[in-house]
């Protein structure tokens, strides 16, 4: 996104400084930082409550009830996060034009489109009985802090040039959050473009499906100008705002006690998401009557995601259930307000809302509804309509862990998963009883004539029929082997009855984590929380080892290749291979998509394409048009061409390439657009290992090779004894800039080490090094 002019200007007064104005800007942040020791007197509280942060930025809180607990935690996270939460909440009620200027307004109408607008009451109830009290305990923590704060804002306000805004309970029902995570609408318009532009049987073989079937549209419908960029402005709220896609991948395994050294079992949790400052995960330790919770979740909701209390443990990964369908509405020629229905003309719905945009007039903006949902594109004569999960009750992203945080067993789990309904998951299980388990969850639309893989005619015949119930979506307790792994790969069964999804990840990251627990356990070793955190950074390579087979297949002597015949396929921060590798690797992706496709589909095959496409293409290159001879070819000037790149990047002497050198990973803050403050605020680079499919993802886009996405928080539990799991969080618990726990979390998270999850007060005392009493 680029800066908007009228917010530069808008920034002037703040950054006419002499060339002392970094010094002037320091002196700024010491005095904005928020109070962590010591006692706050907060209107609302009903009894003391305390705050003890440990020397890693996580805060314990002890309440002597829920409501208490509850608002001790909104007020505690916007001590350390307010900045990012009020972006969080504004892009949820599509409000960033407000702050950002006209950039932003799509992005703000799309956001108010998909804006949840059902019954409220079967909305709080879906989470758990009592949402609504947690919710509104949380907003008033939050008030408490904007109050505390109005005299002397945090001094990301003050640079931006805005303030907050009072938080109410609605504010954290944000379906943007998690819409990216809900399915497929990109990929139906990837797909549809193909078949526009091939026809669907040459088209079909393009996209690697699971269960295998042929893209099949609707007779007579007609796809042609479809394409993927017509969502351009559909973004989730987590991801990075700028002041001037999503990656969507996990790993989680739960290993029986049989197995560890303990006897006991442990379960280890990196979910991936965006790499930014402040971190998208906040963690925390929840303790007052009936809670006793601790791990990570998002700042500005309440409870905890991912972690463990007194009995269980859980983590997640994307599940990735098809949540959304398109539907293509036909308009009448003579009024565009009306589109076709089964029976007849009918006119869609018209919201007329405001949207405030910094540096000028408001705007008037018609939003348009059609029976199946949000209309999010028109060219006049078609009409595209989405239908998803999100309009119905109970799909705020992570809100269904409200019920999880108190399960006690595997039977109060269970009962828990038909609440978790956004984002759909692959939830792992362990407990102190000795158990291990998953559960596969999500809304689950019931489609049963068509597969969601295309846009659909919104006349009528393609409708849902309800939603698959959470007990048929699959689980599994105790089971043999020993242990359970998800990392996005397809966790449905071979004739699974439910047309439930059929994009999945390819399954690099799952085939390693299963080998490497398979084959501790086959010989006999006991697995301790040490081997859980190499896994966790583990950076073998499946693809290369597949792609380097196929080049050595071609027989070439080429000196170019030996490094990469020698290579072992472990993508370190000093390998020259490695570096070699990822180039390739995009080479010959290139080349095959150019092999393969026409012009006007290489930009979408190219979002689309992993190496799994690229190996299934190339080791049956037959058919697709391709002799070996070509296969070969592509190969072999694949490395020509990556080395020609590679030496022009890092010089010639190929002994002095290394992967770390282009592969860096910056902590970039949403202010750092302000030369004075970038250096306060944006953290790094740091070289780093690993790519998209290693254990460790360090997920980068295209040719930049900066990482952009990955595993921000981990997690090792060990339900033997809770103060022995491990965690981590990066770059620091606290999004102010002046805080001791910005960025003390990097070293760890960049160098795969973790520190003790402290449970009992007993630990928690020993680790302290800020106390803050609340009291009313």
């Known amino acids: 996104m680029k800066f908007p002019i009228v917010l530069l ?249 049989t197995l560890t050294e303990s006897g006991m079992p442990l379960l280890a949790n990196d979910p991936h998401r965006v790499i930014a400052e402040p971190s998208l995960r906040y963690m925390v330790h929840l303790v007052a009557p009936g809670w006793n919770v601790i791990g990570a979740g998002e700042p500005g909701l309440p409870g905890v995601a991912l972690g463990h209390n007194e009995h269980i443990a859980w983590g997640f990964t994307i599940f990735g259930l098809d949540q959304q369908d398109l539907y293509l509405e036909e308009l009448n020629p003579s009024n565009p307000n009306e589109y076709k229905t089964d029976r007849g003309w009918e006119n869609m719905r018209i919201e007329k809302e405001s949207f405030g945009i910094r540096g000028g007039p408001a705007a008037m903006i018609d939003l348009k509804f059609t029976r199946h949902g949000p209309v999010l594109w028109s060219d006049g004569k078609r009409a595209l309509a989405l239908r998803w999960v999100g309009a119905e009750p109970g799909t705020a992203g992570y809100l269904g862990s409200l019920a999880v945080d108190r399960a006690q067993n595997w039977q109060e789990f269970e009962a828990a998963m038909p609440r978790w309904k956004v984002p759909s998951e692959n939830i792992v299980y362990a407990d102190t009883a000795g158990n291990i388990g998953e559960h596969s969850n999500g809304l689950t639309p019931l489609r049963k004539n068509w597969e969601g893989l295309l846009p659909v005619p919104g006349a009528g015949g393609f409708e849902w029929s309800g939603f698959v119930p959470s007990s048929q979506l699959p689980h599994s307790y105790n089971p043999a082997a020993g242990f359970i792994t998800s990392a996005n790969q397809k966790m449905i069964p071979e004739g699974y009855p439910y047309k439930v999804g059929y994009e999945w990840d390819p399954g690099f990251r799952f085939r390693r984590i299963t080998d490497v627990l398979g084959e501790a356990r086959d010989r006999g070793h006991k697995l301790n929380a040490d081997d859980m955190g190499r896994l966790q950074s583990d950076v073998f390579s499946p693809p290369a080892k597949e792609l380097i087979g196929l080049l050595r297949k071609t027989g070439s002597k080429e000196p170019s290749i030996q490094s990469l015949l020698e290579w072992d396929n472990v993508v370190t921060r000093e390998s020259s291979a490695a570096a070699l590798y990822e180039l390739w690797l995009g080479e010959i992706k290139t080349a095959t998509i150019r092999r393969v496709a026409p012009q006007a589909l290489w930009e979408t095959l190219d979002e689309e394409w992993t190496p799994a496409t690229v190996i299934r293409i190339l080791s049956n290159p037959q058919s697709f048009g391709m002799t070996t001879a070509d296969r070969d070819q592509v190969l072999l000037d694949g490395v020509t061409s990556a080395t020609k790149k590679l030496s022009a990047l890092e010089g010639p002497d190929a002994s002095q390439w290394s992967w770390g050198k282009l592969h860096m990973v910056i902590f970039r803050h949403p202010l750092d657009a302000m030369t004075e403050a970038k250096p306060l605020f944006d953290l790094g680079p740091l070289p780093r290992p690993g790519d998209t499919y290693t254990v460790n993802a360090t997920e980068y886009y295209g040719d930049s090779y900066q990482q952009v996405s990955g595993a921000s928080y981990r997690e090792i539990l060990d339900t033997s004894d809770w103060d022995r799991s491990l965690a981590v969080n990066t770059p620091g618990q606290s999004g102010e800039p002046g805080s001791k726990h910005y960025s003390d979390l990097m070293p760890l998270w960049d160098q795969g080490q973790y520190f003790p999850l402290s449970y009992s007060r007993e630990a928690v005392d020993k680790v302290t090094t800020d106390r803050l009493q609340l009291v009313p």
């Open 9 to 257: 200007l808008a920034f002037l007064p703040n950054f006419c400084w002499a060339q002392n104005a970094p010094e002037t800007l320091r002196k700024q942040v010491d005095a904005s930082r928020s109070m962590i020791s010591g006692t706050l007197r907060l209107p609302g509280l009903k009894q003391p409550v305390d705050v003890l942060r440990d020397r890693w930025g996580v805060a314990h809180i002890y309440a002597r009830n829920q409501h208490d607990l509850f608002f001790a935690q909104g007020f505690v996270a916007s001590q350390d996060r307010l900045f990012q939460m009020e972006l969080w909440k504004r892009s949820g009620q599509g409000r960033l034009a407000e702050i950002l200027g006209p950039s932003a307004l799509l992005r703000d109408v799309n956001a108010r489109l998909l804006r949840y607008r059902g019954d409220m009451k079967a909305e709080y109830e879906s989470y758990s009985p009592d949402t609504k009290e947690i919710l509104e305990a949380f907003t008033d923590g939050i008030n408490a802090y904007i109050a505390s704060r109005a005299n002397h804002l945090p001094i990301e306000f003050q640079i931006a040039g805005f303030a907050p805004e009072p938080w109410k309970p609605e504010d954290c029902l944000n379906r943007m959050a998690a819409f990216a995570m809900t399915g497929n609408s990109w990929s139906e318009l990837a797909h549809a473009q193909a078949v526009a532009a091939l026809g669907a049987a040459t088209a079909s073989p393009l996209f690697d499906l699971d269960p295998a079937v042929s893209l099949a549209p609707a007779p007579g419908i007609d796809f042609a100008g479809l394409s993927p960029k017509l969502l351009h402005d559909l973004v989730g709220s987590d991801t990075r705002i700028a002041f001037p896609n999503y990656l969507l991948e996990s790993n989680n395994w739960t290993v029986a006690g």
